[in-house]
């Protein structure tokens, strides 16, 4: 059988070296094609910094409240018999709002009317007893210590019929307060006690929104609170109307934190408009002075980097971009406050920072037609 291996031996010399020149032409025909092969160039949202600004805003939600809310209960204990009003409720000064049960109330003032009555007797039998004795002490018949004797007795008789007059009233003011009643014009809140409850004297069981003027009440963290103070004007929007603006004033701030939630109250008082409800959610915003100028950037332009905070910002000539670092002063709901690192016109990558480095083409959306003619080629 035929073979390449024989084929070379009988193959002259000269045919060999045409052979094996060819193969060598071939593989360096291969070498020196050219193989283009594109740059990748990845696709940025940036975001462009605008001019540093010394100011910042605060805003905190809170809820809708009358100035002043009456936590109303009976005057005396007992049991609930009947509650008249319901939450929504308007109420007028006079009003009854629940009632208990009286009765025992009423036997005392049937006692003390009997006391009363007895001592209007005592106090006619000691007037009668010291008219004789002054009758006799004036005939010389009796001596001066009985008609004295006979003058305290009535006095006495006088002040026991005037104690008996005021146990009287004091039970009939005890009927009185089974009754429970409105003190001002205002609306039902919220019920704390029903029908068949047994509730002590003082014991909140309805309460009433006065009307007039309305607040908001807000939670405030000490390390804003000393931005808030007696009479600071400031922004109120309300969640359910987004045309509702009203400019509000700082009323009153809590001289302590809450033991909870370590947080200050702050009220804050608006103007009267038909439009305001109590309940309301309202949203408090204040502008404070920052100390030192910020700029402005979204959260997600924030990476980090060795351990330190930094964003990417982008070189318009080069189209590339560059780590650089930063100082953040806080954060927000609508991003972070820079004091440091970034300079008015800076254009920082906004999103998508986990897939940046150093130098890495980028291609910025305003900018597409420019970086297209940067494509290079690698040979």
């Given at each position: 059988m035929f073979s390449l291996k024989t084929f070379s031996r009988r193959m002259p010399s000269v045919a060999r070296l045409v052979f094996v020149g060819a193969i060598g032409i071939g593989?360096?025909?291969?070498s020196e094609e050219k193989a283009e092969v594109k740059q990748v160039i990845r696709p940025v949202k940036v975001?462009?910094?605008?001019?540093?600004?010394?100011?910042?805003?605060?805003?905190?939600?809170g809820s809708v409240k009358a100035r002043t809310e009456m936590n109303l209960g009976f005057r005396v204990a007992g049991k609930i018999t009947e509650r008249l009003v319901d939450i929504g409720d308007r109420v007028m000064p006079g009003d009854v709002l629940a009632r208990v049960d009286a009765t025992d109330y009423q036997l005392a003032v049937k006692t003390a009317e009997a006391n009363l009555a007895a001592a209007e007797r005592s106090v006619e039998t000691a007037d009668l007893a010291?008219?004789?004795?002054?009758?006799?002490?004036?005939?010389?018949?009796?001596?001066?210590s009985q008609l004295e004797q006979a003058a305290l007795s009535h006095d006495q008789a006088i002040s026991q019929r005037d104690a008996a007059l005021?146990?009287?009233?004091?039970?009939?003011?005890?009927?009185?307060?089974?009754?429970?009643?409105?003190?001002?014009?205002?609306?039902?809140?919220?019920?704390?006690?029903d029908t068949g409850q047994v509730v002590g004297s003082g014991t909140a069981v309805v309460t009433v929104?006065?009307?007039?003027?309305?607040?908001?009440?807000?939670?405030?963290?000490?390390?804003?609170?000393?931005?808030?103070?007696?009479?600071?004007?400031?922004?109120?929007s309300f969640w359910a109307d987004k045309k509702l603006l009203l400019d509000g004033k700082v009323r009153e701030v809590s001289g302590s934190a809450d033991q909870q939630s370590r947080t200050f109250a702050?009220?804050?008082?608006?103007?009267?408009?038909?439009?305001?409800?109590?309940?309301?959610?309202?949203?408090?915003?204040a502008d404070v002075s920052t100390g030192n100028s910020y700029v402005s950037i979204p959260l997600s332009a924030l990476a980090e980097k060795d351990g330190k905070q930094m964003v990417w910002t982008v070189d318009r000539d080069t189209a590339t971009v560059h780590g650089r670092d930063i100082k953040v002063a806080d954060f927000t709901g609508d991003g972070v406050h820079v004091t440091e690192g970034l300079d008015t016109g800076d254009l920082v990558v906004a999103a998508g920072t986990q897939?940046?480095?150093?130098?890495?083409?980028?291609k910025v959306p305003d900018q597409q037609s420019a970086l297209a003619d940067t494509e290079q080629t690698v040979r």
């Open positions: 593989v360096s025909a291969c975001v462009e910094i605008a001019k540093a600004g010394d100011t910042r805003k605060l805003d905190y939600s010291n008219k004789r004795a002054e009758q006799l002490f004036d005939k010389s018949v009796a001596p001066k005021s146990a009287l009233d004091q039970a009939k003011n005890q009927v009185s307060y089974t009754e429970l009643k409105a003190g001002q014009n205002g609306i039902v809140t919220s019920i704390n006690a929104a006065v009307d007039g003027e309305k607040e908001v009440q807000i939670a405030i963290p000490e390390n804003d609170i000393a931005e808030f103070k007696p009479g600071k004007t400031v922004k109120t702050v009220r804050v008082s608006l103007p009267n408009d038909p439009r305001v409800l109590l309940g309301m959610t309202a949203t408090i915003e897939f940046m480095s150093e130098n890495l083409k980028v």
